[in-house]
């Protein structure tokens, strides 16, 4: 694809630069109270998590390295929704079995990319830092609020990733670009759905001002 097309994209979605920016606003506050919900978390919940929930270390340089860091991003989110599997309300075990769903073809897909554009190129992100903590030992109320509590970060990263390579301009390939205009818009509005379920389900937890949906 030549690169006029990729920036014919890259044109497009400026187009809505405006409401992209009020986007990455909203997700920004709700992963950040997410945060908050994390570093509150008592002393033996935090002893269950990593270096999750933060989005550090996902600026994106090229197409390869945004690709390879998504394969890597994507892996951990299909590990953790596998988890659902066990939970106690149905939609959560809907939203595990959606996101394994979906972020396995897109796995397939950025994978098949990598080897035929980069082929020199990692499939796994070198250096990547992990976001979610271990599930495995949970149940109940508790897997189900650390997995959204992880997740909304998690998700937004995603989202910010997404946006800097479209709008960049730095994906060499139009696929690519509207592969990350995808990712970009269905996980931000997964974001919503997740803390519509954190403030349905447990105390404490409300929509950041002006984000009531």
């Known amino acids: 694809m030549k690169r006029s097309a990729v920036v014919g994209i890259a044109a497009g979605s400026a187009l809505a630069a405006v409401a992209v920016t009020g986007l990455a606003a909203t997700a920004t506050g709700i992963a950040q109270q997410a945060i908050v919900e994390q570093h509150n978390a008592t002393p033996t919940d935090r002893s269950l998590t990593g270096p999750y929930g933060s989005t550090r270390s996902m600026n ?82 508790a897997l189900d609020n650390a997995f959204l509590l992880d997740m909304i970060p998690h998700h937004m990263a995603a989202v910010t990733m997404s946006q800097q390579l479209v709008m960049s301009g730095r994906a060499q390939h139009s696929e690519t670009a509207n592969f990350a205009i995808r990712v970009r818009d269905a996980r931000h509005a997964e974001m919503f759905r997740m803390q519509r379920y954190l403030a349905h389900w447990f105390k404490g937890w409300s929509m950041p001002c002006g984000m009531r949906k």
């Open 60 to 141: 994106v340089t090229d197409e390869a390295g945004y690709l390879a860091r998504m394969v890597a991003h994507d892996q951990e989110a299909m590990t953790a929704a596998r988890q659902l599997r066990r939970s106690d309300r149905p939609e959560m075990r809907a939203l595990g079995s959606a996101i394994i769903d979906r972020q396995g073809a897109g796995l397939a897909t950025m994978r098949a990319w990598l080897d035929k554009w980069y082929p020199g190129r990692s499939g796994t992100a070198t250096g990547y830092q992990p976001m979610i903590r271990d599930l495995s030992g949970l149940s109940g109320d």
